[in-house]
T-cell receptor, first 115, second 113 residues
Framework: GESVGLHLPTLSVQEGDNSIINCAYS??????FIWYKQESGKGPQFIID?????DKRQGQRVTVLLNKTVKHLSLQIAATQPGDSAVYFC??????????????FGKGTHLIIQP | DSGVTQTPKHLITATGQRVTLRCSPR?????VYWYQQSLDQGLQFLIQ???????AKGNILERFSAQQFPDLHSELNLSSLELGDSALYFC????????????FGNGTRLTVT
């Protein structure tokens, strides 16, 4: 079936470095992608989204890149800070059993910031 | 703060019991979604309501049901609980359907003993 997954379960980076979190998706019909950040004990928090008619979108310290040719999505975090420690999920619009609006999530990458 | 409120935060109950989880969406959002998060399955979409009507079903068990009321708050009912139902249950809301970000509450942690 269609799925969204991440390449690495854990990513460790030095404070101040840039982080890149990757995601592969398999549904070629997906046209909307979102990155979420989940801190311990909290719900997923919206970071940034991108539609399939774009290949790059920038936010505050974050950039999302979309490569539809290879069905790859990445999240770049500039100048990583301790507060960036969390699990990051990519999600896409896909068939969630009802063909409507439920997002499909990958399993997540745990970003660890080293001092 | 996402603006989505879930109660209770924690729930501990025994196998075979029934519980109700409550969600208040962000002001103005018509769509409500329920997700289950467990360690081995990640975030699994359960069901979506839009303006009081069921819109989509995901991996929701027959023992589970949900509804959305006229004031747009939603309840997720879990019955005949099993140990494997222990998980975090998240509610999310959005203003529109597809191509609109979902905003999540902080979840209800259900423990079935």
């Amino acid at each position: 079936g269609e799925s969204v997954g991440l390449h690495l379960p854990t990513l460790s980076v030095q404070e101040g470095d840039n982080s890149i979190i990757n995601c592969a998706y398999s549904n070629s019909a997906s046209d909307y992608f979102i990155w979420y950040k989940q801190e311990s004990g909290k719900g997923p928090q919206f970071i940034i989204d991108i539609r399939s008619n774009m290949d790059k979108r920038q936010g505050q310290r974050v950039t999302v890149l979309l490569n539809k040719t290879v069905k790859h999505l990445s999240l770049q975090i500039a100048a990583t800070q301790p507060g960036d420690s969390a699990v990051y999920f990519c999600a896409e619009t896909g068939d969630s059993g009802g063909g409507a609006d439920g997002l499909t999530f990958g399993k997540g990458t745990h970003l660890i910031i080293q001092p | 703060d996402s603006g989505v409120t879930q109660t209770p935060k924690h729930l501990i109950t025994a196998t075979g019991q029934r519980v109700t989880l409550r969600c208040s969406p962000r002001s103005g959002d018509l769509s409500v979604y329920w997700y289950q998060q467990s360690l081995d399955q990640g975030l699994q979409f359960l069901i979506q309501y839009y303006n009081g009507e069921e819109r989509a079903k995901g991996n929701i068990l027959e023992r589970f049901s949900a509804q959305q009321f006229p004031d747009l708050h939603s309840e997720l009912n879990l019955s005949s609980l099993e140990l494997g139902d222990s998980a975090l249950y998240f509610c999310a809301s959005s203003a529109q359907g597809a191509s609109s970000p979902l905003h999540f509450g902080n979840g209800t942690r259900l423990t079935v003993t």
